[in-house]
């Protein structure tokens, strides 16, 4: 049985960072993309960051330049490193075994002064 346990998300002020974690167990981690989704009140679920088995890495538009995706093999974890957060960065933050319907809880991120 896949599951993703994520954590890191909370509240933080414009322009602050936080690093969302997402480990992974009951799946071959190493071979596999996985992949960062957020939903905002209102909005569909969309793609934010991807990495790929090798490493090579996507990134959404909205994101690129202030997010970085990274995974840890050994520890069967992906991360996302969030950086001069924007009030519309605030959503559900997912973690997803890409392509798959194995989802985790989701952590809320929340961008407020």
């Known amino acids: 049985q896949v599951q993703l346990v994520e954590s890191g998300g909370g509240l933080v002020q414009p322009g602050g960072s936080l690093r969302l974690s997402c480990a992974a167990s009951?799946?071959?981690?190493?071979?596999?993309?996985w992949a960062w989704y957020r939903q905002a009140p209102g909005k569909q679920r969309e793609l934010v960051a991807s990495?790929?088995?090798?490493?090579?890495?996507n990134y959404a538009d909205s994101v690129k330049g202030r997010f970085t995706i990274s995974k840890d093999n050994a520890k069967n974890t992906v991360y996302l490193q969030m950086d001069s957060l924007k009030p519309e960065d605030t959503a559900v933050y997912y973690c997803?075994?890409?392509?798959?319907?194995?989802w985790g809880q989701g952590t809320q991120v929340t961008v407020s002064s």
């Open positions: 997803n075994r890409y392509g798959s319907n194995f």
């Open positions: 009951g799946t071959n981690f190493n071979v596999y993309t």
């Open positions: 990495i790929f088995k090798f490493g090579n890495t």
